[in-house]
């Protein structure tokens, strides 16, 4: 009978082993590498016979901790090695929201999640396209309200910031925007002296984090992203994942002429968030 395989803390060079085989794109590898350096309680990998065949990322913010990464190589799942490496990976995490973004492809992903009660509750569309010409853009931005742009400081702005967080994303991330802040452009909105909102733009061409106080704000804070992007970035091609229940953004993209690339799920054991006023940022960092 063969052994079980063997759950360890990995190395530097089993989390570069994996982010090489999980992510063509240098951007997907470095955020892997990243998110796996400061993981809370350490990254947790399963090998057999010394080779690595499964790992676990968790990622902690204030009051959730969501899973970047849960993968087995096909040929060991449906032994509960996922569920191994993940009690491991989150002895510290206490009584949190657990949550995670699930391609609906992976069935095997979909029932550990669904086994262990944590729901799917929402599908979140990779958006993508060319930046739409300055005359759709000012198509969108010519909305009833006006607002005042400034850089987003994430220690200045930081009780502001996690005040709307926690409405609308449904905990607070202080860390993670010092990270978005560090690799990415953030600004925040203002409208009579109120934090109207916050976006991220990155010089890959993707949008998110993107928050909203209101749904009436969304499509022109979209404007402004992508305007931002194509300016200061010098992209010409735009990428987002917006939640399904976001219709004033999914509707503004596909009249701009973007397109759904693929879906996913995003799965919670906590109350149903509404994420109508949310763009997210990467699958591994929703």
Not at 24 to 49: I, M, Q, S, T, W
Not at 117 to 123: A, E, F
Not at 180 to 185: C, L
Request: with cysteine; glycine share 10%; aromatic share 10%.
């Amino acid at each position: 009978m063969a052994e079980a395989p063997l759950i360890v803390q990995a190395t530097a060079d089993d989390v570069a082993y994996f982010a090489r085989r999980r992510w063509r794109d240098e951007h997907g590898r470095k955020l892997y590498v990243d998110l796996a350096h400061v993981a809370p309680n350490g990254v947790f990998v399963a090998k057999d016979e010394g080779t690595p065949i499964g790992i676990a990322i968790p990622h902690a913010l204030e009051d959730e901790w969501f899973l970047s990464e849960i993968y087995v190589e096909p040929s060991f799942q449906k032994r509960g090695v996922g569920w191994q490496m993940l009690t491991e990976a989150a002895k510290e995490a206490g009584d949190v929201t657990r949550s995670g973004l699930l391609e609906v492809d992976e069935l095997g992903g979909i029932a550990f999640f669904l086994r262990r009660g944590v729901s799917l509750q929402t599908p979140i569309a990779e958006v993508s396209g060319a930046i739409p010409h300055e005359n759709e853009l000012g198509r969108m931005a010519a909305g009833e309200y006006r607002f005042i742009t400034e850089s987003l400081e994430p220690v200045g702005h930081r009780a502001a910031l996690g005040q709307l967080d926690r409405e609308v994303r449904g905990t607070a991330r202080p860390l993670d925007h010092l990270y978005f802040s560090e690799h990415g452009r953030g600004f925040i909105f203002r409208r009579d002296e109120e934090l109207a909102g916050y976006a991220y733009v990155w010089p890959s061409g993707r949008i998110g984090p993107l928050v909203a106080a209101s749904q009436t704000y969304l499509v022109q804070f979209l404007a402004f992203s992508l305007a931002t992007l194509r300016q200061t970035c010098g992209a010409s091609w735009c990428t987002a994942l917006v939640p399904g229940t976001n219709i004033r953004i999914m509707r503004a993209a596909m009249r701009a002429g973007l397109n759904i690339d693929g879906v996913r799920l995003f799965a919670s054991d906590g109350g149903t968030l509404d994420l109508s006023r949310y763009v997210g940022f990467h699958s591994l960092l929703f």
